[in-house]
């Protein structure tokens, strides 16, 4: 079972995303906006975060920014899950260090599957 933070200002996104992760065994902390995500890693360091980009305030992008700085979550694997789906949002969800993007309307069972292989590939790689 893993530990995941969830940031999506979009309440029934945030809740099929909790849903679908939750059932599949993992603990969830659903937050509305990457302050908060960004809090939620900090206070307790989750195995893997899923941010949407547009949020109010901080948005995903700034969110990974300031986990990637942060040395004790540095490398916490994360993905994008958001409606931008120009290259242009890809390349900078990515260069702002994004472990994987995906697109909505997405797939409850294709997000399941990227999660279960970023926690693998984590776990072998440690």
Excluded: W
């Excluded at 893993?2 to 909790?18: F, N």
């Excluded at 260090?97 to 693998?120: C, H, M, Q, W």
């Amino acid at each position: 079972m893993a530990r995941i933070v969830v940031a999506d200002d979009d309440v029934d996104i945030r809740e099929l995303v909790e849903f679908k992760l939750s059932t599949m065994g993992h603990e969830i902390v659903a937050v509305s906006d990457g302050g908060a995500a960004v809090e939620a890693c900090q206070a307790q360091r989750p195995d893997l975060a899923v941010f949407d980009v547009m949020m109010p305030g901080v948005s995903g992008l700034d969110a990974i920014r300031r986990i990637r700085a942060d040395p004790a979550l540095a490398d916490l694997p994360v993905i994008l899950l958001t409606a931008r789906a120009q290259e242009s949002d890809v390349e900078s969800g990515f260069s702002s260090g994004a472990d994987d993007y995906i697109t909505k309307p997405f797939s409850p069972r294709e997000l399941a599957a990227r999660v279960e292989s970023l926690l693998n590939s984590r776990a072998q790689a440690g």
